[in-house]
């Protein structure tokens, strides 16, 4: 099985900075890696598809690159509705597999 | 409008079968590939099982092989769930595929809790 290895596992940070977080495959996923958000008590939220592609609906300071084993999701001019946790999901190939999640906190 | 409505969780006892199921609304079943994927207390997310929009393939996470079974019928997907352990207490979310063409999980129900305890 593919491993995804996501890091920070937790960062704190202030509204209006950046932040990236990221996700390493044990090998080479194509761009089959998609990023959801999970608010506390909710079901996840898809973000980002195809390592890159941004949902309908999702504010434009979501932005995901990468491609292979090395992805990446960035929040540009952070809002308070974006402190939550993040989780990347490789589909390349069965069974699929999740990163352990990113939990963004309010410094 | 999609629509996941999942159903049938609650306490069991170790070693016990439980079905799950989620009714969908506002598509066909029949086109879109779906996934059950689960979530302990306090922990991350953990793929469950898929099932491609034929009903023709099924995969499982090597955790739940041999014991749980996803099936579908034409409004409804199901996870009939044997031998159950405590290692299976989760939050269960029905996923449907975002679109046709494509094999992202978007849409999600809001789950229903399994507690496997004697």
């Known amino acids: 099985a593919i491993q995804v290895t996501q890091s920070p596992s937790s960062l704190s940070a202030s509204v209006g900075d950046t932040v990236t977080f990221s996700c390493r495959a044990s090998?080479?996923?194509?761009?089959?890696l998609a990023w959801y958000q999970q608010q506390p008590g909710k079901a996840p939220k898809l973000l980002i598809f195809?390592?890159?592609y941004l949902q309908n609906g999702v504010p434009p300071r979501f932005s995901g690159s990468g491609s292979g084993t090395d992805f990446f999701l960035t929040i540009s001019s952070l809002q308070p509705e974006d402190f939550a946790a993040y989780y990347c999901l490789q589909t390349y190939s069965y069974p699929h597999t999740f990163g352990q999640g990113t939990r963004l906190e309010i410094k | 409008q999609v629509q996941l409505v999942e159903s049938g969780g609650g306490v069991v006892q170790p070693g016990t079968s439980l079905r799950l199921s989620c009714a969908a609304s506002g598509f066909s079943l029949s086109s879109y590939g779906m996934h059950w994927v689960r979530q302990a207390p306090g922990q991350g997310l953990e793929w469950v099982a898929s099932i491609s929009y034929d009903g023709g393939q099924k995969f499982y996470a090597d955790s739940v092989k041999g014991r749980f079974t996803v099936s579908k019928d034409t409004n409804t997907l199901y996870l009939h769930m044997d031998g159950q352990r405590r290692e299976d207490t989760a939050m269960y979310y029905c996923?449907?595929?975002?679109?046709?063409?494509?094999?992202?999980?978007?849409?999600w129900g809001q789950g229903t809790l399994v507690t496997v305890s004697s």
């Open positions: 996923v449907r595929d975002l679109s046709l063409a494509t094999a992202w999980p978007g849409y």
């Open positions: 195809g390592a890159s």
């Open positions: 090998r080479g996923i194509r761009n089959d």
